[in-house]
């Protein structure tokens, strides 16, 4: 049986915590619950069925309560977990819709520099509402569809509004099929020519000084991948870049090392794989893995979302058609 609930609060402050940034807070029950909650100003409007629905509307009233000061995600995840163990079998749950994807451009303003960014494509603009809903999203695709530029713009819109205490940017030390040798220097200068293209995203959407001081306030923090084991990373936005040269145990070393409070976004171009012959892609098999776990979304990128120079996505075509007659042939071979 479905049912709808209406829910009107009237305290804007109290109001605000209860939503989260960007209605975070709504999409994560809406997760967790099973429902639909749509919000215009301060009128609620939750849809599912009726155990569900009911809690829910009970869940958003004890925030709403608990809303004096911001609701941390510590409490919120509790919150959560409480409410959904006392709804009993995930039977009684519907999948919630993916009210995200439903969310008009113009929701998605991110507080950076540069104010006219926003998706320039219909992946583009799925990509950032799948990193505004979910803990964990994965930006696989070509070069130049902006996975990591709008991975690292999301990083500083939610540093902006207090939603992360600190962003950490990290990538595998893997050289782009060249044997580099010793680099000079200390490590900072050893790794990076691995990170500069992190550090030019920053420093377009912070500017230089602004990048410099939150280095040395420490909100700002790029490493080396293999720095990552051991840490757990609260209330931070980390992303992983170039994932397609992870191996799968590092994958796996670094989506578990995500903490309360915390965003994820993994980028990675699987057709440009600079691991050692033979060695496993940590990209490919964490595609696999977890493409079916509930609360980690993807978006597959093609040429059309090439927002570089028009040779750029004429390039990727030429080479995607080449990988197709490739895999055409050796299907023919083996059927012979």
């Known amino acids: 049986m479905m049912l709808r609930h209406d829910f009107a609060p009237i305290d804007n402050q109290r109001l605000a915590h209860l939503c989260g940034s960007l209605d975070g807070h709504l999409r994560q029950i809406e997760a967790a619950m099973g429902v639909s909650i749509t919000r215009k100003h301060a009128h609620f409007r939750i849809e599912g069925l009726k155990a569900a629905a009911t809690r829910t509307l ?4 004890t925030l709403y309560e608990r809303g004096q000061r911001a609701i941390s995600p510590e409490l919120l995840q509790l919150a959560l977990a409480e409410a959904v163990s006392e709804l009993g079998p995930s039977k009684k749950r519907r999948q919630a819709p993916a009210v995200a994807a439903e969310l008009p451009p113009e929701a998605l303003v991110l507080r950076t520099r540069r104010t006219d960014l926003a998706g320039r494509t219909a992946l583009q603009h799925q990509y950032l509402r799948q990193i505004l809903a979910h803990d964990i999203t994965f930006g696989l695709g070509p070069a130049g569809t902006g996975k990591t530029y709008l991975a690292v713009a999301c990083a500083v819109d ?9 962003i950490i940017l990290t990538r595998p030390a893997v050289e782009a099929g060249e044997r580099l040798g010793f680099l000079p220097g200390d490590l900072a200068q050893k790794v990076d020519p691995y990170l500069r293209p992190l550090y030019d995203a920053l420093y377009e959407l912070m500017g230089f000084d602004r990048v ?3 280095f040395e306030k420490g909100t700002l923090e790029v490493a080396p991948l293999a720095f990552m084991r051991g840490r757990t990373l609260n209330h931070a936005f980390v992303i992983l870049d ?3 040269n992870t191996t799968p145990e590092q994958m796996k070393m670094f989506l578990t090392r995500i903490g309360f409070g915390s965003k994820c976004v993994i980028t990675g171009d699987t057709s440009q794989i600079d ?11 964490a595609e696999r893995v977890l493409v079916k776990v509930e609360g980690i979304a993807m978006t597959h990128f093609t040429s059309a979302d090439v927002v570089r120079h028009p040779l750029v996505a004429r390039i990727v075509e ?5 990988t197709k007659t490739e895999a055409k042939l050796k299907s023919k071979g083996g059927a012979a």
């Open 318 to 322: 030429a080479y995607e058609a080449r």
């Open 158 to 166: 939610a540093l902006e509004r207090n939603s992360v205490q600190r």
């Open 242 to 244: 170039e994932a397609q």
């Open 212 to 214: 410099t001081k939150a």
């Open 58 to 61: 009970q869940l958003l009233q």
């Open 275 to 285: 691991l050692p012959k033979g060695a496993a892609s940590g990209l490919v098999d």
